[in-house]
Nanobody, 128 residues
Framework: QVTVVESGGGLVQTGGSLRLSCAASGRTLNLNAMGWFRQAPGKEREFVATISLRSGDTTYYADSVKGRFTISRDNAKNTVYLQMNSLKAEDTAVYVC????????????????????WGQGTQVTVSS
């Protein structure tokens, strides 16, 4: 019903920047939020950032990326972006975009189980 495709990953040096894009296609009318998760080698998948697709543009960030990453959306394009600045080696991971039709009164979508559709991921590598 909904297809999620990420793009924008690549190789950057520490302190550099990347902008990831996540485009949703198909039946997107009822989507409530989009978010980013990441998984590094030897670690479990972790939450990165999320944004509401409804009025208010409510955003949440993991403590590890606050002040460095910014999530934004373009509803007309059914696309969410993740601007990543001041990248560190520990940011190296496969970044996966997720989309959900589920609605929560809290308007926070911080957990994997809250999302319905997932992309295949895009690799981000930060080198010294």
């Amino acid at each position: 019903q909904v297809t999620v495709v990420e793009s924008g990953g690549g190789l950057v040096q520490t302190g550099g920047s990347l902008r990831l894009s996540c485009a949703a296609s198909g039946r997107t009318l009822n989507l409530n939020a989009m978010g980013w998760f990441r998984q590094a080698p030897g670690k479990e998948r972790e939450f990165v950032a999320t944004i509401s697709l409804r009025s208010g543009d409510t955003t949440y960030y993991a403590d590890s990326v606050k002040g460095r990453f910014t999530i934004s959306r373009d509803n007309a394009k059914n696309t969410v972006y993740l601007q990543m600045n001041s990248l560190k080696a520990e940011d190296t991971a496969v970044y996966v975009c997720a989309v959900t039709e589920r609605w929560y009164a809290s308007k926070s979508y911080l957990h994997e189980f809250q999302y319905n559709y997932w992309g295949q991921g895009t690799q981000v590598t930060v080198s010294s």
